[in-house]
């Protein structure tokens, strides 16, 4: 596996080892041992968690104030644009977002840790999520900061308004946002 650090260093894309022929492929999508070697990090993932959802979709920016969850992202088909907003006071990076894009045909995973806001939007026709979670969903702990809030400055790739839930049409700005310390 290979490890390519991000604009905020704790935000990382893995790159895993594919092997394929002319039957199709073979990967490792996650291994605890591989993971430690290659980022130093020993986590437990505790939930798995699959989406689906069509182009223009924009899900996001969701984080538990409460039971903070890191987030192992991977893309099984299709193509999004994924982003982290660091929402960690004590991080030089605090209110600065990482955007990366995953689609199934590259397989790199998005390692996003406990103390960031998360979000994406579909660039393809529809696209299948699987992420594994560091800690149990809890609604009650369950906020979204404001997707297009201004002070944040996303660089979301959308032509047009995009399709968004109802809570996440009423997303907190930043400025008013339960963070981290």
């Given at each position: 596996m290979k490890v390519v650090r991000t604009a905020n260093p704790d935000v990382l894309l893995l790159e895993p080892k594919v092997f394929g022929d002319d039957r199709g492929f073979f990967l490792e999508s996650y291994n605890k041992r591989a993971f430690r070697e290659a980022t130093g990090m020993d986590v437990e993932f505790v939930?798995?968690?699959?989406?689906?959802?069509?182009?223009?979709?924009?899900?996001?920016?969701?984080?538990?104030?409460?039971?903070?969850?890191?987030?192992?992202?991977?893309?099984?088909?299709?193509?999004?644009?994924?982003?982290?907003?660091?929402?960690?006071r004590s991080s030089k990076h605090f209110g600065k977002w990482v955007g990366v894009e995953l689609d199934a045909e590259s397989m790199r995973t998005l390692w996003i840790?406990?103390?960031f806001a998360h979000g994406f939007t579909v660039l393809s026709e529809s696209a299948d999520m699987l992420y594994k979670a560091t800690d149990f969903y809890a609604l009650e702990h369950e906020r979204t900061l404001r997707w297009n809030d201004a002070s944040l400055g996303i660089a979301w790739p959308l032509s047009g308004e995009p399709t968004l839930s109802d809570k996440d049409r009423r997303g907190t700005p930043l400025a008013e946002a339960e963070t981290y310390a």
């Open positions: 939930q798995d968690n699959h989406s689906r959802s069509r182009r223009g979709v924009l899900r996001g920016l969701h984080y538990q104030i409460r039971q903070a969850q890191g987030k192992l992202i991977r893309v099984l088909a299709g193509r999004i644009f994924d982003v982290a907003v660091d929402l960690r840790p406990p103390g």
